[in-house]
């Protein structure tokens, strides 16, 4: 199977799926109900497609837009748009196409009782088509116009329900702080690109390499500020916090699982990793010299918004009543936990540390979007069942919803990073690479821990309590909404029996080749210029 | 010598910052949000614009273009600002819709209103 013929249609089946919506629904619910899941089905099918063929070569696959070469005609340099994707830029496909797919069968039941459900699906495939996007690209503008695609899908969907103020007023501040956010991305772009005169990353990471300047590092500054602020990092969580539960259910399951992953972290691995190369520079100039930008200095400033992050995230979360809330700051917290494997990944760069360190990062990053998926899925279906998400009025849920609290109880144990589930594997790698690099981040990531232990266990403690006569007309919710559950689940468990078996065959892999010893992202991309 | 473009751009840039962190009104809030976006794409179009020979530049058309004594400016930096304004576009269009909706349900367009959520 050949990557490169495969590839575009990543994005032609949601796009094409999304603008066909209106028409299709012209047909009935059914028939737009049919259509949803059919084409987010296609998307993962394509997914695991791609995500095969990159795991299995181990080649990064170079996508030009439009002609057989990024190289113009008698020019040295890439002209044209490209797709890159590496491994981790595979692994971010497949999480999102999969966890999409939950999210669009999960609001088959869920959605049943609003209105305006085409703009509703072609809203929630756009998103998916965003954040496919982001995870395929390798030209900075396109990447930016991804993301914003994303981001627009993403404010639409947090105030879907308009009749009520909860989601315009979480709508309103998420907007206004992700365009702000957008726009430093924006003005980074435009830096690099009134300095450099190219958008493509891998001739960036060249350029920057050959000839580092004040404006390359202004622009690092603005990307890292925006990014920040997508990902949700503390000082800047309280959008977070307020926009994830004011979405419906299946879209928080989204806008946690992955929006901010794939728009903060994996877009801040990728700049951080692919353009400002710490090793590019050593290797364009064929010397080892002192970098112009330091990077471990970068990783360390990472490393301190991560802890920042991780105490205050899971701090915030054990003083929730509200369920969804508490998730919300959950999110905030498991984002610490992923930026700290980021920066310790960035700070110890070159040492097996900072490998550990990475990959535990990206396996996190997986894992968190699963688990947190399923966990807003669950909060999801208690809203749909008793009516309310108030900690104080749901004991004693696990009478009458047994099937759903024991996908919490899988869930929870899953983020705290109990072993047989797959949360401890990425946990594990993240505390031992932490614990190495510096023993007080090892503490203060343990500390973390205990937060959110403490907020899963006084939840789990209300759904084991004395039933209230609130829950006593509960029941597990029909088929559609079901089905996603124990498939994330299954999917929870499976990846919890093989912990080291995934981390030495998968992400350790993606680890090193997002480090690029050997400057694989950019040797994809230029050793193309022979045939030019 | 900066030329003076540059200059503009970021007064605007700074000027639309200092509207979105003093101004309470939402629609001014958007407006601000417009005018650093207008800045970015003030410094981006002239990133593109050269002189030779003392010549303005023209237009990036490429027929005939043979016959032009003077320079063209660079398209690509006027493709990114043509996409940038329609992302912009559907940004302000989203953010005029929520602002009615906040209206609705607040009575009000002070953002200091907007704080019901809490926890």
């Known amino acids: 199977m050949n990557g490169e013929a495969i590839l575009p249609y990543l994005i032609i089946i949601p796009l094409f799926g999304a603008f066909a919506m209106p028409i299709v629904s012209l047909a009935g619910k059914k028939a737009r109900e049919a259509w949803a899941v059919i084409i987010s089905a296609l998307t993962l099918v394509v997914a695991s497609a791609v995500f095969y063929h990159v795991w299995k070569t181990k080649e990064i696959i170079v996508y030009t837009l439009g002609a057989k070469t990024p190289f113009g005609q008698g020019v040295g340099f890439p002209i044209r748009i490209v797709w890159e994707v590496d491994l981790f830029g595979a692994i971010m496909v497949l999480t999102v196409a999969f966890v999409s797919l939950m999210a669009v069968l999960y609001s088959l039941g869920y959605m049943k009782h609003d209105t305006g459900l085409e703009k509703y699906y072609t809203l929630i495939l756009i998103l998916e088509l965003g954040m496919l996007g982001i995870a395929i690209t390798g030209d900075l503008f396109n990447f930016y116009v991804f993301l914003e695609i994303m981001s627009i899908a993403s404010y639409a969907l947090v105030a879907f329900r308009n009749d009520t103020w909860e989601g315009i007023e979480a709508g309103v501040k998420y ?4 365009s702000i956010a957008g726009s430093f991305i924006l003005l980074g772009i435009a830096l690099l690109y ?21 404006t390359a590092k202004v622009a690092l500054a603005l990307f890292i500020a925006g990014l920040l602020f997508k990902s949700g990092a503390s000082p800047v969580h309280m959008w977070l916090a307020d926009a994830h539960p004011a979405a419906p259910s299946s879209i928080s399951a989204m806008l946690s699982g992955l929006v901010i992953k794939v728009g903060g972290i994996y877009a801040m ?32 400033l990472i490393i301190i918004f991560a802890s920042l992050t991780l105490i205050i995230g899971n701090a915030m979360a054990v003083i929730q009543t509200d369920m969804k809330r508490l998730l919300a700051y959950s999110s905030v917290g ?35 979007a699963i688990m947190k998926a399923l966990l807003f899925l669950v909060a999801g279906v208690v809203i749909h069942e008793v009516g309310t998400r108030n900690l ?41 690479s932490s614990a190495v690099f510096n023993p007080v981040l090892g503490a203060i990531a343990i500390i973390g821990t205990a937060f959110c232990t403490a907020a899963y266990v006084r939840v789990l403690y209300t759904f084991f309590g004395r039933p209230s006569e609130r829950v006593a007309n509960a029941r597990d919710p029909e088929t559609s909404m079901m089905l996603p559950m124990l498939l994330l689940v299954l999917a929870i468990v499976i990846m919890g029996l093989l912990p080291w078996q995934i981390s030495d065959k998968v992400m350790i892999p993606t680890a090193r080749m997002l480090e690029q010893f050997k400057f694989e992202y950019i040797n994809a991309l230029m050793s193309l210029a022979g045939g030019a | 010598m900066i030329p003076f473009q540059f200059i503009t751009a970021f007064l605007m840039m700074a000027i639309g910052i200092y509207a979105f962190l003093y101004k309470r009104n939402l629609i001014k809030l958007i407006l601000a949000l417009n005018i650093i976006d207008s800045g970015i794409h003030l410094l981006l179009v002239s990133l593109g614009y050269r002189m030779e020979l003392n010549e303005p530049p023209t237009a990036p058309i490429y027929t005939g273009y043979e016959t032009l004594k003077s320079a063209m400016v660079g398209p690509l930096p006027q493709a990114l600002v043509l996409t940038s304004i329609v992302i912009g576009v559907c940004v302000l269009a989203l953010a005029m819709a929520l602002t009615i909706n906040a209206y609705r349900h607040y009575g009000t367009l002070d953002v200091r209103a907007l704080r019901r959520l809490r926890g």
Do not use: C, D
């Open chain 1, 175 to 178: 907007m206004f702080v992700g």
């Open chain 1, 194 to 214: 009134g300095q450099y005169g190219t958008l493509t990353m891998g001739y960036i990471a060249v350029k920057i390499a050959e000839n580092p300047t004040v």
């Open chain 1, 269 to 300: 691995a990728r700049i951080l990793f692919s353009i400002y190369s710490p090793m590019a520079h050593s290797i364009v100039l064929k010397a080892y010299l002192q970098p112009y930008i330091n990077m471990s200095a970068i990783g360390w």
């Open chain 1, 334 to 368: 498991q984002i610490g936990y992923i930026l700290l494997g980021l920066g310790i990944g960035l700070a110890a760069y070159g040492t097996q540390t900072g490998e550990v360190a990475l990959a535990g990062a990206i396996y996190h990053t997986v894992n968190h």
């Open chain 1, 392 to 432: 104080n009025e749901l004991s004693g849920l696990a009478k009458t919803m047994p099937k759903t609290t024991f996908a919490f109880l899988i869930g929870a144990a899953a983020i705290v990073g109990l072993p047989p589930l797959n949360g401890f594997a990425s946990k594990w790698l993240i505390y031992e």
